[in-house]
């Protein structure tokens, strides 16, 4: 496992309960729920994208289909078309109305369409507006194939034909003197223009005011499935534009929920991880995506693609071990339509890379109501998460300061300014992870630090940890392997561990351990020898394990040695990996990591 997938793998999911329940979700036509997904251009929580110009592109090359079609989406997010490409175009720029330039950008560091640019390609926001009234689009499109640079448009709910795009009043004012009955003609801030990548040839002019939110749909024959490249990813179904307040253009990826979820569970998960942990993870994105319908509203879409919702990058880029797997498509389709649900409502189903040996009650985290209400999200202590250390590069670290740097980091995340830390004070859950700190500092003041707030004020990946040894107070665990090569059986060390180690196979022949040998379970599951050896000891090969209570730690440095990387709640996705390895179904891991939850139809 290289460290790439590791990273991947690792990806964290902060999830805040205070999102109300969405209302139903939107089923289309053709009976797909349908899904709408911010696309990310930065890792910013919510990606406004908020473009001047976004470009799509096509390629048929794999059969995916070819052409675009314009129009809007209706409320059953059925597509509904109002013009198209006649040439098969497959570069395409959704533009703002406003004058734009192609060239290069140098804060992009590419070529595209800004405002901050000149060059000869102007696509400019004054344009000639031809006589009549036009009942379709092939109607309009053949008028409009009389004039230089004429296009279609649809504006507020009819077609019009214009042709040519000036910067200046004055300049299309003379240009309409050129067409008999010609007028001036402009969009409102709303508006937008599709046009032929690298040229100011306009395909579709669309403005229907704030409401108004164009869509693009590739593939003109409406019968292949589609794969369309936007900002270096290639995505299945179409898109949904819209300029929110009359600014910049943000763009949802609008497809079918498993299609969706298609587009989560690889980056979320290895991709090649086993498919009972991406059964299990598949589960959790669906349940997660339909509880949260219409989070971005505002926006125009329902969730985002980042790490702070789920991460999503539908089918991947140009490499091939990017981006959903056979094994991974498979979880979503043996998961199909199923999702977690708790007193028959959608469970919430927050997950991260691992604890390090136990999840933490919610109610500590997130204030969350875990008496009643959630009592699913309670923790649980994990012994099969350690079966994964081997992969997991957070399954132990440390983290060492002085005080001098303990008090500076403190301060940069504002706290104790003008004095130095004199001592902590850590409350430990029964569970063993650090529920609050309160720190002292040198001139009698304090400071409560919440479990929510502990990894980034610390500085620390997990809750899960000792300051200076601290905390330790409760059930002595066995002593973990010293090293790879030592075996546990039943928690006690079989000295030499299986080094040198002989072999009778089922045939009688006797031969010596080499290598790394790999052990198959009555389930049938296949795993590294080295999963097993540890299992009796329960916890990650170099964890601390600490006990409950309160300990002050004090001194002239502070070493916290922790495990695990995440918020702590719900589940480990490294103890899904190993508990997958151990023959473990997908919902037994969910029924492990939410206890008393239900798996059904959604
Ligand atoms: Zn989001």
Partial sequence: ????????????????????????????????????????????????????????????????????????????????????????????????????????????????????????????????????GFDSFEEASEEASRYNDGFVAWIDGDYQVRAGSYA???????????????????????????????????????????????????????????????LNYKYRGGFQFHRR????????????????????????????????????????????????????????FDICGTASCQAYHGMGTQRSDYGPSEVSMRAVAETAGMVIKYNGRL???????????????????????????????????????????????????????????????????????????????????DKGNVIQIVVHWANGQSNTVKASDIRNRFGVDSIRFTVNGSGTGGTPEPEPPATGSDLYINGSQVSGGLDGAYVITSSGSVSKLDGNPYIITGSGSVSPLETFKDQDSGHGTAAPQPGSGTVTVSGSSYTFNGAGWGHQVGMSQFGAYAMANRGFSGEEIIDFYFPGVKITQY
């Fill in 245 to 300: 307040s009359g600014g910049n253009i943000t763009v949802a990826n609008v497809l079918p929920l498993e299609d969706y979820v298609n587009g989560v569970v690889c980056y979320e998960m290895g991709r090649s991880w086993p498919l009972e942990a991406l059964k299990a993870q598949a589960l959790c994105a669906r349940t997660y995506v339909l509880r949260n319908l219409n989070k971005h509203d505002s926006y125009g």
């Fill in 168 to 230: 200046t009043q004055e300049e299309a004012e003379e240009a309409a003197a050129d067409i008999p009955d010609g007028e001036v003609a402009w969009t409102s801030s709303y508006g937008m223009n599709v046009v032929k990548t690298g040229t100011s040839q306009i395909l579709f002019q669309y403005d229907c005011g704030e409401s108004g939110r164009l869509a693009i749909q590739p593939d003109v024959t409406g019968v292949r499935e589609t794969r369309t490249w936007f």
């Fill in 347 to 429: 469970a919430e189903t927050p997950y991260s890379s691992s604890f390090g040996g136990a999840s933490e009650d919610a109610k500590y985290i997130w204030g969350t109501n875990t008496e009643t209400e959630y009592p699913y999200l309670r923790g649980v202590e994990d012994p099969y998460e350690a079966g994964a250390d081997s992969i997991n590069a957070r399954s132990s670290w440390t983290v060492s300061y002085t005080a001098a740097q303990l008090t500076k980091q403190l301060q940069s995340k504002g706290l104790g300014t003008g004095t130095s830390v004199d001592r902590l004070v850590l409350t430990y859950s």
């Fill in 1 to 132: 496992m290289g460290k790439r997938l590791i990273q991947l793998a690792a990806a964290v999911l902060a999830v805040s309960l205070a999102i109300p329940s969405a209302g139903a979700a939107t089923t289309n036509r053709d009976g797909d729920i349908m899904i709408r997904v911010g696309l990310a251009s930065s890792s910013s929580h919510v990606p406004t994208g908020e473009l001047e110009a976004a470009h799509l592109e096509n390629n048929n090359s794999a059969g995916y289909g070819f052409g675009y079609r314009f129009g809007y989406y209706d409320k059953g997010l059925n597509f509904v078309e109002l013009a198209r490409t006649n040439d098969k175009t497959i570069q395409a720029a959704v533009l703002k109305t406003q004058n734009l330039y192609y060239g290069h950008v140098a804060s992009l560091d590419k070529n595209t369409y800004s405002s901050s640019i000149t060059s000869n390609i102007l696509v400019g926001c004054y344009h000639v507006r031809v006589p009549g």
